[in-house]
């Protein structure tokens, strides 16, 4: 059995590891792919002690944007409810539906955040009435909006 060889990966490789990953891998692997492609390179101190160094670089820019996700939470917390304003039919249905860009375009008024409507999750709207959304800020922060849906 030949013994594995560490490696600190230069690109992202599906199913092995993201840029900057410490891995073990084969050494036929390494030697016939991986380093001939450019997408690893031999773990030498040097090179660890840069890729720890990325690691903690990036920790604190994820540790930044969730400090800017939370304050943003709070802001889209004390707005309330959001008004939006459709075309309305018999039986209060209204025409057309209330979408994610609807509601990430009466955030930006109400509140001055820019919100990415991607994030934004919202329930079947049909008809008049009051409806809660969710809108995902970072990976383990989320709002909850009220979205009141009016006549026009």
Known sequence: MAKRIQLVLTKDVSKLGRLGDLVEVAPGY????????????HATPGILKQVERRREQERQRQLELKQQ????????????SLKIAKQVGENEA???????????DAIQAAANQEVDRRGITIPDISKLGT????????SDVTAQIDI???AS
């Open 30 to 41: 390494a030697r016939n792919y991986l380093i001939p492609q450019s997408l690893a390179t």
């Open 69 to 80: 996700a939370l304050g943003q939470k709070e802001a889209l917390e004390k707005v309330g």
């Open 94 to 104: 209204i025409f057309g539906t209330v979408t994610s860009q609807d509601v990430a």
């Open 131 to 138: 409806y809660k959304a969710e809108i995902k800020l970072f």
């Open 148 to 150: 009141e849906v009016v």
